[in-house]
């Protein structure tokens, strides 16, 4: 008989696993000559809402009988290296679980990939930090395993109609990820971790038969046409010379794949604007978050660094926390030389004293309509209002600068005071920051949003308003702003037969669970496809 139960236990006494079966033995009161086999726990949070915080566990108490060991989901692949080719653009979350999706269904993957394996993409990242050299192929958002892999590494996800996400997070601790995952409420890997995890993902896609091409950039599609019209997906030319042919595209070519756009555009390939955020990032001294939200003068060290969620509706538009990372850092995120974007990641550990999180506002399309004119890589449309919008001010946070990575900053009360901060406060930012106006830098109805929701959120979670919290731009990558039309029932292009947009770059998620689960589904429907 196996027995559901939710437990309650101290911080510390969550960390024996005795003190959970002896929690678990005297919730049962079990009956004479009964066994307690096993404690498995299912689920894992913490709940800092009493006075002093505890961990809630919901277990699977096993009597009378022991548990049945989950089979291994690689276990079950077989080779795949004479079967039908299906063409995967995009290495990141969304393409590498599409090509793991397909080999298990019996499909050869060929993935292809701008940027370079995650091993070889620290020398770019190095110089991006430390020299403020941007590679525009191989940066902290395009390469092995994309944006996610350098990113912090938390998976979860608010969406539940993509699926259940225990096969993802299954498949990570099958390819070396911690089995916490399974359990935590707020499962997270952490950057340092994700690199390796990534690097076996790829080792096993190759072990089945698939085949990965780094440095492998997709420059025109082949696209045939019928004698009625119909238009279908044949191949990828790359890098301007070689071609690739598949019975199917899979384009998860991740959010900051501008020229893709452009490409689908210029071969008359439906695509659409959509809305957006924006924003900057804010950095606390993550003592002090801590301090917020457990409300402790100092945190147990039996408690992960704390993290928080804020909201505030200002003139009918969002400004929200968008990918807060406790005990993180805040990396240079910029895909081309001339832009400043900024991120955030976490070591597996998230030890570092500084908390940040993206700080953004809604855009909407209505709020872009000033962009009609203007052009974009030459393309005046419209549809790319967006990506304007995000470049306009991508580029003029760096020309604010010396030229170099360097970002701009201000701390939050003078930022709302509309005043410039004589200093700044220590950062995790390696590059460095310069003391600026961001209500200059920003657009006045992102600035005046901010500025009107932050000593809100200070009412909300007291001692979060102060000036030792800076802002630092910009957060401009939260979200695609473009979205690659598909048919809900087949995930095909409504235009292209064979063509299957994928992923963030596509405008169906919005994390590396979200896009992962997104590249499962459309595996499965390639495969239907191809059945």
Known sequence: MIQKLEISLTPQEATDHTNIVAKARKKLRLQKGQILEEVIVHRRSIDARPKQPV???MIWAYIDEKPVATPSIIAQYTTVNDKKKVLVIGAGPAGYFAALQLIELGLQPIIIDRG??????RRDLKAIQQDGTVNPD?????????AGTYSDGKLYTRSKKRGKIEKILRLLVEHGATSDILIDAHPHIG???????VANIRETI??????IHFDSKVTDLIIEKSASGQRSIKGVIVNDDKEYFGAATVLATGHSARDIYTLLFQKNIRIEAKDFALGVRIE???SLIDQIQYNQSKRSEYLPAASYSVVHQVDGKGVFSFCMCPGGLIVPAATSPNELVVNGMSLSRRDSPYSNSGMVVAVSLEDLQSYDNVEFE??????FNGLKFQQAIEQKMFNAGDGSQKAPAQRIIDFCNNKVSKTLADTSYIPGLHSADMNELLPDWI?????KALPEFGKKKKGYFTNDAQIIGTESRTSSPIRIPRDSATLMHKDIVGLFPCGEGAGFAGGIVSAAMDGENVGKAVAELLA
């Not at 370079?116 to 993409?121: E, F, L, S």
């Not at 191989?138 to 994309?146: M, P």
């Not at 190759?206 to 085949?211: A, F, I, P, S």
């Open 191 to 197: 950057s340092n971790k994700l690199p390796q995890v």
């Open 206 to 211: 190759l072990k089945y038969g698939g085949e």
């Open 284 to 286: 606390h001294r993550q």
């Open 138 to 146: 191989s940066n902290y958002c395009y390469g092995e395993g994309g």
């Open 55 to 57: 961990v809630r566990l």
């Open 116 to 121: 370079k394996d995650v091993q070889a993409r």
């Open 447 to 451: 600035a005046e949003r901010l500025r």
């Open 378 to 383: 030459g393309i005046k449309s419209p549809i």
